[in-house]
């Protein structure tokens, strides 16, 4: 009797020290993005420098449900097939409790299905293709949630402003050929009718491509006075410096990563000032807990300085997420989305103050109310305002 005694309690202690171990062991979290090999890196390691600033202030504020935060880091090398894999590391067999990423629109979309197959929470700080958050087939949950612009509302705000704009008769579009240009020119085929717009001409290139003057040239003989172009950085540059070569000079209306320093310094001070965009950090100086958050990782980030604005979308995201963990009291994949379909407490984040920012039916954290319109002038990214901008409403962002 008094073995059996012995073992039952010998069996107890085991069996409380590791349900102690299990409740100890940190929580992580995943990154899957592209941080050495396109264009797009620098947002991946500016994401990723603002996520471990993000971990580091959660776990000294005492971590979530006791625990600490961490992350785990797969380099997706722009390669959708890496992507895949990577996706199946972090939660066959790293467990982790969310997944985000990542800086290439095309990857995310290779694997968002098996993250909802998996049941695995996604918060996207990053990429911006509009059918990242698209719900799957048959009514299953979605796990996917963003926490960055929408390709959509960014084209249809590009889009507005040329439907009220009397200067825009003949309109084109250019978009490169990888996931990210043609998805956001799908969305301006599909956009053009509402605003009255039938595209002149359509030009797509190639991401490395270094010359767009025959493109251009097409463009130039259809009569385009305005071209609404979607690219990454150095693309992007190289049709600044292609318009230059032919002398050629329409509006240029273009997406978000126009403010990438690499943009500037590749296009040279005077053709980066062409183009008109949108992006979420207002234009001018960094507001003071953004400023903060620069400085803690300016030196974190080996491909040029951090993009503040994508930075901060990952910073809120990971905030975002330990408070839906501390709602739902676990770091089971369903529980965790429902806290985030009715997160219920408010955040003040870097971007803005997020007060239900999710639902059962919106995964978009931030709107077209949170947009901005920008130039570059003087080697700086400023706020822009003219009689068009200011004439736009929420209602002229149409979906």
Do not use: C
Not at 91 to 116: H, Q, R
């Amino acid at each position: 009797m008094k073995t059996f005694r012995l073992s039952r309690l010998l069996t107890g202690a085991v069996l409380a020290g590791t349900a102690f171990l299990v409740h100890a062991q940190d929580i992580k979290i995943g990154f899957n993005s592209d941080l050495s090999a396109s264009p797009s890196a620098i947002v991946g390691q500016s994401a990723l420098a603002a996520m471990q600033a993000a971990v580091e202030d959660i776990n000294k504020s005492g971590g979530v449900l006791g625990r600490k935060m961490t992350i785990v880091v797969r380099d997706d090398l722009a390669q959708p097939p890496k992507a895949i894999q990577n996706l199946i590391e972090l939660v066959d067999n790293e467990k982790v409790a969310a997944v985000f990423g990542a800086a290439n629109s095309g990857n995310v979309l290779a694997w968002k299905d098996l993250a909802n197959q998996k049941k695995m929470p996604v918060i996207v700080p990053l990429a911006t293709a509009t059918d990242v958050t698209k719900a799957p087939p048959g009514g299953a949950p979605n796990f996917v949630f963003r926490v960055s612009l929408v390709d959509r509302d960014n084209v249809a705000g590009l889009l507005a402003y040329v439907s009220k704009n009397p200067a825009s008769k003949k309109v084109a579009y250019m978009a490169e050929t990888t996931g990210y240009g043609q998805g956001a020119l799908k969305d301006m085929q599909e956009l053009g009718p509402m605003y009255g717009i039938k595209p002149v001409a359509i030009e797509k290139f190639g991401v490395g491509d270094t010359d767009m003057t025959s493109q251009l040239n097409k463009l130039k003989a259809a009569g385009a006075d305005t071209v609404v172009i979607w690219a990454q950085t150095l693309p992007l540059a190289q049709i600044l410096r292609s318009m230059e070569k032919i002398n050629y000079f329409p509006l240029a209306m273009t997406s978000w990563i126009t403010d990438q320093q690499a943009v500037a310094q590749a296009a040279g001070p005077v053709l980066v000032e062409k183009p008109l965009f949108m992006r979420t950090r207002i234009g001018g100086d960094m507001p003071p807990e953004m400023a903060k958050l620069f400085a803690r990782i300016k030196t974190q980030t080996s491909l040029g300085e951090p993009i503040i604005a994508q930075a901060s979308h990952a910073y809120d995201s990971v905030q975002l997420l330990a408070l839906a963990i501390k709602q739902a009291g676990s770091t089971d994949g369903d529980k965790i989305r429902e806290a985030l379909e009715d997160l219920k407490t408010p955040y003040k984040g870097l971007m803005k103050t997020y007060d239900h920012p999710f639902s059962k039916t919106n995964r978009e954290a931030l709107s077209p109310a949170d947009y901005h319109w920008i130039k570059w002038k003087a080697g700086k990214t400023v706020q822009y305002s003219d009689s068009v901008t200011r004439s736009l409403t929420a209602s002229d962002f149409k979906r």
